[in-house]
């Protein structure tokens, strides 16, 4: 048996629901009740959330081979560019991963991408070995205060590890960062930077409260804030401007972004919508349709990017 996401369950037909927006990517979790103790995660080892949750979205689980067979079809008809495993530190995580990555490996040829946390870069070098294309390490926090206090474990070993493999594997070594946990916008924006510098892929998302979770009762980010680090990212990763540019107030808000004109730059919205690995969309990851849209998971509209503009509220 293997998870597998709502949204691409009703990609491969295993489900019947009704979405505004298909993944692009399939979604495969493993793993199940995780040893590390998350403040945000459904899948903490502390949790009372359901086994089935993952951020908002829910994984069921189906039979192993007809959900790759199932995958294989999705990749030939076009609606599957990429499979991503979202692997839990569970007894025996790393085995199955490696057999996963194999199994998928030899039923299609679709990259395969894996968000876990190795222990060390003898896994890395495995992990690239199987067949992964990107290795997307959860670093999550953006910095060693929010870190220990969300996440716990040893930040600068977590961080020596991310930057090890980003130097040696180039182009393979994605970090995921969630805003909303208690940061500064500076930090954010610092630690983008810090990744981008390495080469890195960086994968934004929106803390979204949990019912079950230790955080469960903490606001998402104001969307304002989401919206400034989502142009940080942009901005940054593009080589369009340096943390340097930016202007943040005493307590570490981010006030301006002084690369006039803004507006042109921002124009076509893709500094909007959902980043990461290539062909990863993740409708609805962060979002419940018809709310507050952190990560668009689709081209925005004009309309809609001139609201995002707007909703920076910073000095244009």
């Known amino acids: 048996m293997i998870n597998v996401s709502t949204g691409t369950a009703a990609v491969f037909g295993l489900d019947n629901i009704k979405m505004d927006v298909a993944p692009t990517t399939g979604y495969l979790m493993l793993g199940g009740r995780c040893v590390m103790d998350c403040a945000f995660c459904a899948q903490a080892r502390s949790s009372q959330a359901s086994a089935l949750k993952l951020s908002r979205i829910t994984w069921p689980e189906f039979d192993e081979s007809q959900t790759l067979a199932l995958l294989a079809k999705a990749v ?11 692997v839990t530190v569970a007894e025996g995580y790393f085995q199955r991963t490696l057999e996963v990555i194999r199994a998928v490996r030899g039923t299609c040829n679709v990259p395969v991408d894996a968000a876990i946390l190795p222990r060390d870069m003898a896994q890395v070098e495995e992990l690239l070995a199987a067949g992964v294309d990107h290795i997307g390490f959860g670093l999550d926090a953006a910095g060693e205060r929010v870190f220990q206090r969300v996440k716990g474990g040893n930040w600068a070993q977590s961080v020596s590890l991310i930057e090890d493999a980003a130097r040696r594997f180039p182009g393979h070594v994605a970090v995921h960062l969630i805003v909303g946990l208690g940061e500064k916008e500076q930090e954010v924006a610092e630690v983008i930077q810090r990744m981008h510098d390495l080469g890195l892929i960086i994968g934004l998302f929106a803390f979204t409260p949990v019912r079950g979770t230790r955080m469960e009762d903490v606001s998402p980010p104001p969307i304002s804030t989401y919206r400034r680090m989502q142009v940080a990212r942009y901005l940054i990763a593009n080589d369009l401007a340096r943390v340097g540019n930016f202007t943040f107030s005493t307590a570490g808000q981010l006030l301006s972004f002084d690369l006039p004109p803004l507006p042109e730059i921002l124009a076509d919205g893709v500094a909007f919508q959902t980043s990461g690995c290539p062909d990863c969309n993740r409708p609805f990851y962060n979002e419940r349709p018809g709310g507050t849209m952190y990560n668009y998971p689709k081209p925005l ?16």
């Open 301 to 316: 509209t004009s309309q809609q990017t001139k609201a995002a503009i707007e909703e920076l509220e910073v000095l244009i």
């Open 76 to 86: 030939e008809r076009g609606d599957i560019r990429r499979c991503c495993l979202q």
